[in-house]
């Protein structure tokens, strides 16, 4: 019987907020991939091309209305402890506490 890939070890979970390496923007991660789930199209269009095979995360970018798909290898764990400025924040998170968000949490 052959054994299942193993799941790789994700740097980011939802609510942290990332910068990008390359790209200079600061964003929150809102949801993670275990490989790269785009088609080959958006792929090859992407003009970075970082290994399919590592976490790709969803992320929200600050001060822009856009939303991203990035690679691990190009995030970093944002200094900056500020919110984040995007309208669809509070569609994935209920909190913000200490530099993060959490979703279903108050502090009601």
């Not at 799941?7 to 942290?16: H, L, N, S, Y």
């Not at 964003?27 to 290994?51: K, L, S």
């Not at 822009?64 to 569609?91: C, F, G, I």
Request: proline share 6%; glycine share 4%; with cysteine.
């Amino acid at each position: 019987m052959a054994t299942p890939d193993p799941i790789p070890t994700c740097a980011f979970e939802p609510g942290q907020i990332v910068d990008h390496r390359l790209y200079d923007y600061r964003g929150v991660v809102v949801a993670v991939d275990a490989t790269c789930q785009a088609d080959d199209e958006w792929y090859e269009r992407n003009r970075t091309q970082p290994a399919r095979d590592q976490p790709w995360y969803h992320v929200l970018v600050d001060g822009d209305h856009r939303t991203t798909y990035v690679a691990e290898e190009n995030l970093t764990l944002s200094d900056n402890s500020q919110e984040v400025d995007h309208p669809l924040v509070k569609r994935f998170f209920t909190l913000f506490l200490h530099g993060r968000y959490y979703r279903g949490l108050s502090l009601n």
